[in-house]
């Protein structure tokens, strides 16, 4: 059960992994061609952040129950392997709702690489690969920085994401 110790301590992290790698996002400072760079603004469709951080952050609040309910299971588990296969549901659940989430345009395709890595996790777990591995092979995908900015102001006014540590202090 020291396997299943050390990812159940590493699961606590996933609760949030979606959110915290979308507020992560950022881009370098060498990107000064890109939209919103060097002191421009880059608008999201009308309602589109707000929107999509709605879906985004309630199905990461959803998921945060779901894993610390799945997490007591786990540890209940006769061995690692089948401590494991209660987190796949949650994570299932998870991608399927980050899936309905209508991103905006200039968000999409780090959406969209959130969405994947999660559901390699998925997979994954169903696999009976070691949970205590999975998380970190995710990455966080870059983001214009004016985006990010963007994203986080919305995230501010939305509970859901400042529950989940998606908005920033």
């Known amino acids: 059960m020291v396997h299943l110790r050390k990812y ?6 996933a609760c949030a992994i979606a959110p915290a790698l979308l507020a992560a996002c950022g881009g370098d400072d060498d990107e000064a061609d890109s939209p919103g760079a060097a002191g421009g603004t880059v608008a999201a469709p009308t309602g589109g952040d707000e929107a999509y951080l709605a879906v985004y952050c309630k199905a990461s609040v959803t998921f945060g129950a779901a894993f610390v309910a799945a997490l007591k299971k786990g540890a209940a588990a006769a061995n ?21 989430a209508k991103p905006p345009k200039d968000v999409k395709a780090a959406h969209d690489q959130i969405v994947a890595a999660l559901a390699d996790v998925a997979k994954d777990l169903k696999d009976g690969k070691d949970p205590s591995q999975l998380l970190d092979a995710i990455e966080a995908p870059d983001l214009d920085e004016a985006i990010s900015a ?13 529950g989940v540590g998606f908005a920033s202090e």
């Open 150 to 162: 963007r994203l986080d102001a919305a995230a501010k006014k939305n509970p859901d994401c400042v």
């Open 80 to 100: 690692d392997k089948d401590a494991a296969k209660v987190f796949v549901e949650p994570f299932d659940a998870y991608v399927k709702e980050l899936r309905t």
């Open 8 to 13: 159940l301590l590493r699961g606590l992290a």
